[in-house]
């Protein structure tokens, strides 16, 4: 499929201050409106700036807390009607957590869950709504090489993503003939404030490296991608390794 430009309509980024979120937004802001939304809207100027500065024709904030379920359907289309259509909406909120905690604290694994997979199924489903609805638009849902085979170091945060990984595949199945577009990333580990403290893993990416690739695969309408891509097939032979090696394997 050749490449051409993303869809019309404004760039939406929830988790406004996220790393690889800002980067996308960075690349695809030049002549677009961009509304960020996150916790603490109103100390997003550097953020606002920055957009700005890569060309935005305006950058507007709203307050998103993912967590709250019950708020995501009126936001949302509040945002639609307030700024115009979407043209592209990144989901790039997420918690990594902490496993020790959540192997011994319900309500720590719970809320990991709660973040990384159900507040993720509720905006997804609301938004597919709403681009069904205008006929096209591009949704960039954030899995994670963590979610393809759970392992035992990181079991809370992977089951999460596994689940939005499930979820989103079938979305995009759901969403195909409709006009809407949905990519799938599955990064490994990616260098950045998320990750602070923690020892790179081998074929580690940057923020700017996931954005140039989700950029490109959004033009391409591509549906799923792996960064960098040769984590695909790295991860495909992982998956025959036998359980007893699998469960001493590194987060």
Known sequence: MGVRECDEGLILLLGGRSEMGLEIAERLAPGRVVVLGARRSGQLAAERELLTRAGATAVHTVEFDADDLAGHQALLEKIVAEYGRIGVAVLAFGILGNQAVAEQDPAAAVAVLQTDFVAQVSV?????NLLRAQGSGQLVVFSSV???????????YGSAKAGLDGFAHGLSDALHGTGVHLLLVRP?????????GMDPAPLSSTPG??????????RKRTARIHVPGTLRPMFFALRLLPQSIWRRMPR
């Open 209 to 218: 490296q996931v954005a140039d690739a989700v950029v490109r695969a959004l």
């Open 124 to 128: 997804l489903t609301t938004l597919a």
């Open 146 to 156: 963590a979610g393809i085979r759970v392992r035992r170091a990181n079991y809370v």
């Open 188 to 196: 490994g580990f990616v260098i950045g404030r998320m990750t602070d």
